[in-house]
């Protein structure tokens, strides 16, 4: 059972456009709401993330959007770059155990 | 220093060959973690030591063996693989996971094994 959905799967955006990712979860119990970037061959790196009591947070170019009562939230990478191009991961997390639940990942390409 | 580092970068075992990966982190944190990650899909959790106990096992197969040797060191022991295990190994480390509360978990760079 995958309890957090990402879509889309993979994404073309031009440079300086911008790049939205939604995710979807099922369990009200988690705590914690990360977004992770994966370059090829290398380990994911923390993004960017927000707790459930918080609407939306902004860090630079990348925003992330809440909607609890939707159970959904989402990444937006404004003026995109061609150094964006990697995979995204959603993720949340219950405090008890500190377990990553994932959600498939997307697939970013930036064209210049 | 914030980071996590694995050894081999890649390795190639025959399905009879007996291997080690290992992780090593100077963070001072107290949780690791193995993840498994194959191609074009998010990273599993096999793993969990919380101060250098055995906390979480995803019911991992037994050909897979970890070990937490001190805080600052986690092996993974490979024994009679499968072409199958071939994947991305992922190790992640945290404050920890007994205080409640949320801990950001810092990822190593992986090894890339392949199973012949």
């Known amino acids: 059972q995958q309890q957090v959905k990402q879509s889309p799967q993979s994404l073309i955006v031009q440079k300086g456009g911008i790049s939205i990712i939604n995710c979807a979860y099922e369990n009200t119990a988690f705590d914690y709401f990360p977004w992770y970037q994966q370059f090829p061959g290398k380990g994911p790196a923390l993004l960017i993330a927000i707790r459930p009591d918080v609407s939306e947070k902004k860090e630079g170019r990348f925003t992330i959007s809440f909607n609890k009562s939707a159970k959904q939230f989402s990444l937006h990478i404004m003026d995109s770059q061609p150094g964006d191009s990697a995979t995204y991961f959603c993720a949340a997390v219950k405090a008890a155990g500190n377990k990553l639940t994932f959600g498939g990942g997307t697939r970013v390409l930036v064209k210049p | 220093d914030t980071e996590v580092t694995q050894t081999p970068k890649h390795l190639v075992m025959g399905m009879t060959n007996k291997k080690s990966l290992k992780c090593e982190q100077h963070m001072g944190h107290r949780a690791m973690y193995w993840y498994k990650q194959k191609a074009k899909k998010p990273p599993e959790l096999m793993f969990v030591?919380?101060?250098?106990?055995?906390?979480i096992n995803e019911s991992v197969p037994s050909r897979f063996s970890p070990e937490c040797p001190n805080s600052s060191l986690l092996n993974l022991h490979l024994h009679a693989l499968q072409p199958e295990d071939s994947a991305l190994y992922l190790c992640?480390?945290?404050?920890?996971?007994?205080?409640?509360?949320?801990?950001?978990?810092?990822f190593g760079p992986g090894t890339r094994l392949t199973v012949l």
């Open positions: 030591y919380s101060y250098e106990k055995l906390s």
């Open positions: 992640a480390s945290s404050q920890d996971t007994t205080s409640g509360g949320v801990s950001e978990q810092f």
